[in-house]
DNA sequence: AAAGTAATTAGAAAATCTTCTAAATAGGTT
DNA sequence: AACCTATTTAGAAGATTTTCTAATTACTTT
């Protein structure tokens, strides 16, 4: 179920998480591939992983002992709604 | 100067902040106003109204011994375009 | 000038977040 | 089954954030 705007603004807060945000852009990428992006541990990018996860921000597929991460847009575009409203957009 | 990116998305990373930003949607109001919106001391919105200005999400103008605060809705753009690129808009 | 009102700053406590190491899980291969 | 590779989980250390109280600044009014 669909995680609260407020834990979605968290989650785009973080420098690496939105990193690995434009990283999954073109395509998914394993967790590992994610990682060698990184100068951190795999646990850490785990860590972020999940909150993006929790976030809804991205989705997660299975194959052999890899794990993908897909951008979900339809989260961004939500984030966006809101922010349109701000600006006054009616 | 116009500050970060990074620290724009902090800025919005707060619910209180955020709530602010939409009390200000209307017109601007002073920290006083702003503060009587919230269970929490002056002193406390005057450290969330410190950080929005300094995100450049607010403008403040001295009236008096008041202080208001309005809403630049310019950033709030700026955060808007880069979710759009990310969602893939070209 | 003294007193009052609005807001900010300083400093500290508490809560939350980020990162690491080490251990555990899960699946694939020999 | 034993071993290897990819990833996650647990637990702790360190850093950052949020909030408060008390003190200070700034401007107004008497």
């Known amino acids: 179920m669909r995680m609260s705007f407020a834990e979605t603004f968290k989650a785009l807060s973080d ?34 992983l999940s909150i993006l996860k929790k976030a809804d921000l991205v989705w997660e597929t299975k194959v052999k002992n890899y794990v993908y991460y897909e951008l979900n847009t339809s989260v961004v575009e939500e984030i966006m709604l809101w922010l349109s409203d701000l600006k006054g957009d009616k």
């Open 15 to 48: 420098p690496v998480r939105r990193e690995i945000l434009v990283l999954l852009k073109g395509a998914p990428l394993s967790a590992g591939e994610i990682g060698s992006h990184f100068d951190m541990t795999g646990a850490t990018i785990s860590y972020h």
